[in-house]
């Protein structure tokens, strides 16, 4: 508040009895209501767990110039022995003040000072061990000759919160600054993260993400005292969107790593687009494709079929995610292979079940139904349709089901007993082949 003050700026001088000098002044200032403050001798009682709201003004020299800064003096009687904090912060909607925050014991012989918490934060924190039923002196200095400003002094017990700032998927331990003082942990949402509440170890929820607010109690001089912090458990990034080809403009999800292998024309130019629509965690994206590389939420790349008939490229396109907790590398990766058949399966890793969608060729061309018409003389044409499961590591032959038809687009194969790992299904049907890689969860 604004307001017209008068008191008394008094100056000590000698040892007891002192002399006073007493100046009268007036000045439109922002004093707070604990002045004259300036001489312990004139300090008066801050409790714990009690906020003062104060002010440090700007102050007559001896020649009546506003160009000292005002002191404030505070006791504190410990109401028990323990480990106490000295902080001072921001008031909320008025100027702001660099404070000095020293703490003297009864004979004025200094215990702790601190100018600034950080190199960002400009007002002050001290904690120490304090004897119960003992005298202590705080005194604020301001450390700007030229600006007053505000500042709310509080004595608490010392908490503050050690540990990361972020859960990457381990466990980390979280602690508070005071030696030897018991703490009790929550968490604020334990389908994010729990802690566990006297040893303070924090474990993220397995695929879980988001912010989580830790708290740690004390209890000093028969008071309870809380801290919080939040954390944010990011384990990895996460997308939403979806891709389309030139040969099938049907969007499919890119949430997650996938292959997917297609059939066209000998020659022909495929082209991929993928958009990104939503991202979790995720700072920035790097793709990178041949020689390509793009940080956009498009990405356009192409890929050409060989000229000769039923062999095919690969080719991966990476995308790189940079998340809270690393780079996080989703492959897409594409087979284009030139005349016969195509393969699509999903969901791919596959759990329970595996879908299957063979295709014709697209866009078929007469030159390439002649082609494929020479490539299949010779060729021992039997009437079924048959799908291999090979272990990648091994090619040993896994399982085989076999269909007694060669029309059919769509097929749904159980894989009950069937160990998690990387496959290779081969599909054969009116003697072509074509295979695709497969995980199995
Ligand atoms: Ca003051
Ligand atoms: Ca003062």
């Given amino acids: 508040m604004q307001r017209g003050v008068e008191y008394f700026y008094t100056l000590y001088k000698g040892t007891p009895p002192f002399a006073f000098q007493f100046e009268s002044f007036y000045r439109n200032e922002n004093v707070d209501n604990f002045e004259n403050d300036n001489f312990f001798q004139n300090a008066r009682n801050i409790g714990l767990n009690e906020t003062q709201l104060r002010s440090l003004h700007l102050v007559p020299d001896q020649n009546s110039n506003y160009s000292g800064c005002d ?40 215990l702790a000072e ?51 700032d972020l859960l990457c998927g381990s466990s980390q331990t979280y602690s508070i600054e005071s030696p030897g003082v018991s703490v009790s942990w929550s968490s604020s949402n334990t389908n994010i993260a729990t802690i566990h509440p006297t040893t303070g170890v924090a474990t993220p929820v397995q695929g879980a993400s988001g912010t989580v607010t830790f708290t740690a109690s004390v209890t000093l001089c028969g008071q309870t005292f809380t801290q919080t912090k939040t954390v944010t458990v990011a384990q990895s990034g996460f997308i939403t969107g979806h891709y389309t080809m030139s040969v099938d403009p049907t969007q499919q999800s890119i949430a997650n790593s996938l292959y997917r292998s ?41 890929i050409t079929a060989p000229q000769t008939g039923y062999s095919s490229v690969t080719k991966t396109i990476n995308l790189d995610l940079t998340t809270p907790c690393g780079i996080v590398r989703n492959t897409y990766t594409f087979q284009v292979m030139s005349g016969g058949w195509s393969m699509r399966i999903s969901p791919n890793p596959a759990t329970q079940t595996l879908n299957v969608l063979l295709d014709e060729p697209t866009p078929a061309s007469k030159q390439m139904a002649v082609n494929n018409a020479e490539e299949q003389k010779g060729k021992q044409i039997t009437n079924e349709t048959k799908l291999s499961l090979f272990d990648a590591n091994t090619n040993l032959l896994v399982r085989t089901w076999v269909f007694k038809e060669t029309s059919a687009k769509n097929y749904t194969l159980l894989l009950n007993g069937i160990r998690a790992g990387v496959y290779i299904l081969k599909a054969e049907r009116k003697g072509e082949t074509t295979t695709a890689k497969v995980i199995v969860q």
């Fill in 114 to 164: 601190n100018d600034n918490i950080s190199s960002l934060n400009t007002y002050s924190r001290v904690s120490l061990t304090l004897t119960g039923g003992q005298l202590y002196r705080i005194r604020i200095n301001n450390m700007s000759t030229s600006n007053a400003g505000f500042y709310n002094l509080v004595v608490g017990a010392n908490l503050q919160i050690n540990g990361p």
């Fill in 262 to 302: 297609v059939m066209v024309r000998r020659g022909q130019t495929v082209g991929i687009n993928f958009t990104i629509t939503g991202s979790t965690n995720v700072s920035s994206r790097l793709w990178t494709f041949d020689n390509l590389m793009s940080t956009g939420t498009t990405f356009s790349a192409s």
């Fill in 71 to 110: 002191i404030d003096w505070i006791n504190f009687i410990a109401p028990c022995t323990g480990t106490f904090s000295f902080e001072t912060f921001a008031v909320s909607g008025r100027s702001t003040v660099d404070t000095r925050l020293t703490v003297f014991d009864n004979n004025l012989q200094q």
